[in-house]
């Protein structure tokens, strides 16, 4: 489902640039749709924690022990996060 929303909002973006408004309202509707469906998202506040939680939990020290915390946090979200997000902000506290 998460990857169908993504998919539907790349579509979108390029609807507008593209000027096609038909086209944006319906990936618009079909966004909200899906979006019905889906865990509700992580705020960045509890995304935060959650990761602060997860490297003390495998015991990270630095920005080798990447592969050490992701997966841990990736497994915690369960599609309640983007990817990217959690890889930004994982980064950002094993600097």
Excluded: C, W
Aim: hydrophobic content about 45%; glycine content about 8%; cysteine-free.
């Amino acid at each position: 489902m998460i990857k169908e929303a993504k998919m539907r909002q790349g579509s979108l973006e390029e609807f507008k640039k593209a000027g096609r408004m038909e086209l944006v309202d319906h990936a618009e509707n079909e966004i909200g749709i899906i979006k019905k469906y889906l865990p509700e998202a992580l705020s960045d506040e509890d995304l935060m924690q959650l990761v602060k939680e997860v490297i003390a939990e495998v015991g990270a020290a630095g920005p080798k022990d990447m592969g050490k915390a992701m997966p841990v946090v990736m497994a915690k979200t369960k599609g309640r996060a983007d990817g990217k997000r959690i890889n930004a902000i994982v980064r950002e506290l094993l600097k």
